[in-house]
T-cell receptor, first 115, second 112 residues
C-alpha cells in the first residue's frame, strides 16, 4: 500500500523557537496533503489542506502565520510551527492522497513538546 | 455543520465479537471510514464504505451502514488482544482529496 513518512517522529524544543516537520509520500505522488493535530485522548482536528504548488487552505481558528505549510513538490509537504509555545505541544499527523487513490494515507505522526 | 459521534469506550473479552458504533449528521457524506490508532502511532485505514452500500465485509471486519438513520457500525469478529486500540470513524464527501471529519474515537480494550 501507499506509504507516508514523517520526520522527526518526536521533537523537544524551547519556547520561542521554530520547528519544521516533514511529511513525505514514499511511493506515490501526493496531490493533496492534510495536516492534523491531536491532543491527548482526543480526536484529530484538521488544521489545513495543501495542494501541490498552491497555498494551503487553513481551517477556521488556525493561525496561518504561526503554522506555515509548504507543499512544493508532489512528495513533500512541511509544517513549520513558528515561535512555538507550550500550548503548541501536541501530536501532529499528516495524510496524503493522490489522484488515483481512493483514500488518504496517514503518516506515523510527530510528537512536539515545547518547554 | 458536520458532526460525527462515537461512544468513548468498549470492553470485550478475547474471542468475542466487538461492535463499535458511529453516528453522523451530514447526509451528503460520500465515503465513511474506519481507522485504527495504536498508542503513539498514526492512523491505519481498516476499511471504508461508499454511501450507496449497506454492508461490506473484509475478513474479520464487517461494516454496516444505515443511511436513513446515519448510523455506521464496525463489527470485529473473534476479537484479539492486538485489536486493543482507538477506533475512529470518519466521513468525507467526494474523493480522497476531500477532507475527513473524524469522530471522537472509541477506545477498545480486549481482555484475555
Amino acid at each position: 500500500g501507499a506509504v507516508v513518512s514523517q520526520h522527526p517522529s518526536w521533537v523537544i524544543c524551547k519556547s520561542g523557537t521554530s520547528v519544521k516537520i516533514e511529511c513525505r509520500s514514499l511511493d506515490f505522488q501526493a496531490t493533496t496533503m492534510f495536516w492534523y493535530r491531536q491532543f491527548p485522548k482526543q480526536s484529530l482536528m484538521l488544521m489545513a489542506t495543501s495542494n501541490e504548488g498552491s497555498k494551503a487552505t487553513y481551517e477556521q481558528g488556525v493561525e496561518k502565520d504561526k503554522f506555515l505549510i509548504n507543499h512544493a513538490s508532489l512528495t513533500l509537504s512541511t509544517l513549520t510551527v513558528t515561535s512555538a509555545h507550550p500550548e503548541d505541544s501536541s501530536f501532529y499527523i499528516c495524510s496524503a492522497s493522490g489522484l488515483a487513490l481512493r483514500e488518504q494515507y496517514f503518516g506515523p505522526g510527530t510528537r512536539l513538546t515545547v518547554t | 455543520g458536520e458532526d460525527v459521534e462515537q461512544s468513548l469506550f468498549l470492553s470485550v473479552r478475547e474471542g468475542d465479537s466487538s461492535v463499535i458504533n458511529c453516528t453522523y449528521t451530514d447526509s451528503s457524506s460520500t465515503y465513511l471510514y474506519w481507522y485504527k490508532q495504536e498508542p503513539g502511532a498514526g492512523l491505519q485505514l481498516l476499511t471504508y464504505i461508499f454511501s450507496n452500500m449497506d454492508m461490506k465485509q473484509d475478513q474479520r471486519l464487517t461494516v454496516l451502514l444505515n443511511k436513513k438513520d446515519k448510523h455506521l457500525s464496525l463489527r470485529i469478529a473473534d476479537t484479539q488482544t492486538g485489536d486493543s486500540a482507538i477506533y475512529f470513524c470518519a466521513e468525507s464527501k467526494g474523493s480522497a482529496g476531500n477532507k475527513l471529519t473524524f469522530g471522537g474515537g472509541t477506545r477498545v480494550l480486549v481482555k484475555p
